[in-house]
């Protein structure tokens, strides 16, 4: 079965640091875009960051300015997101996303077919 599965969410304190990893299982990453995006409670779905096969970075927003960046390792079969100065407004549901339709990233995350089913991050003090 082709799946994501999102790790390395968890409760962090403001100015913090956390890294999630989406790793592929059931079929290899190296050849799609992924992407991540997140969602706060009460709020719509905001795409983040998208890194294309070839390694191209697409920015959904401003929203996370320079603080969070994505990359790829394709020896794991992971996509990375890194995130530093974390903020309590980052609190959210973080998941990713791919197609594999595609090795560009999309104008909109809402194109993406294959979610995974997120992790939980928290900034709090």
């Known amino acids: 079965q082709s799946q994501l599965v999102e790790s390395g969410g968890g409760l962090v304190q403001p100015g913090g640091s956390l890294r999630l990893s989406c790793a592929a299982s059931?079929?290899?990453?190296?050849?799609?875009?992924v992407g991540w995006v997140r969602q706060a409670p009460g709020k719509e779905r905001e795409g983040i960051l998208c890194?294309?096969?070839?390694?191209?970075?697409?920015k959904y927003g401003d929203s996370v300015k320079d603080r969070f960046t994505i990359s790829r390792d394709n020896t794991k079969n992971t996509v990375y997101l890194s995130m530093n100065t974390l903020k309590p407004e980052d609190t959210a549901v973080y998941s990713c996303?791919?197609?594999?339709?595609?090795?560009?990233?999309?104008?909109?995350?809402?194109?993406?077919?294959?979610w995974g089913q997120g992790t939980q991050v928290t900034v709090s003090s």
């Open positions: 996303a791919t197609d594999r339709r595609r090795a560009a990233c999309p104008s909109s995350v809402t194109d993406f077919r294959t």
């Open positions: 059931g079929f290899t990453l190296d050849a799609y875009a």
């Open positions: 890194i294309s096969s070839s390694g191209y970075i697409t």
